[in-house]
């Protein structure tokens, strides 16, 4: 097993990580996405990555534009690309997973529904104002 990152290499992923979630959110706000949150996951054990961002829009025709638009931003800003995306086929719910960070792209109804969020009501959130 590698040996885990320490004093600046702990550091510099965190600002990585931190550009990361910077660059979804405002892909997010191009797109007039809704309700945009983030939660930090890095406390619980068997998490399956450090960050959550979410966010939730009125149509699949939107859901699947801030998808678009998130791919296009950080692969452009940061060369990244997500290393799975699901959902796409019916845009009701997209997941993209950055590894250290996934994305969920909710249509309105379907966030209300499973309320992610209070699943992990233990998570500091983060709640992002709309710039637009």
């Not at 959110?25 to 007039?32: C, G, L, Q, R």
């Not at 950080?74 to 699901?86: D, N, S, T």
């Not at 019916?90 to 960070?101: G, K, L, P, R, S």
């Amino acid at each position: 097993m590698p040996p885990r990152p320490t004093g600046r290499g702990m550091q510099r992923k965190r600002q990585i990580m931190d550009k990361l979630i910077e660059t979804i959110v405002e892909a997010i706000d191009d797109k007039k996405g809704q309700n945009i949150v983030s939660l930090d996951l890095t406390g619980f054990d068997g998490a399956i990555c450090s960050h959550f961002v979410v966010c939730n829009a009125d149509s699949t025709t939107q859901v699947a534009a801030i998808a678009a638009g998130i791919e296009e931003k950080v692969a452009e800003r940061l060369g990244e690309q997500p290393w799975r995306v699901e959902g796409q086929q019916n845009a009701f719910w997209i997941a993209m997973d950055y590894t250290d960070v996934i994305v969920h792209i909710f249509q309105t109804e379907l966030r209300d529904y499973y309320r992610l969020e209070e699943l992990w009501g233990d998570a500091p959130l983060k709640r992002y104002p709309s710039v637009q």
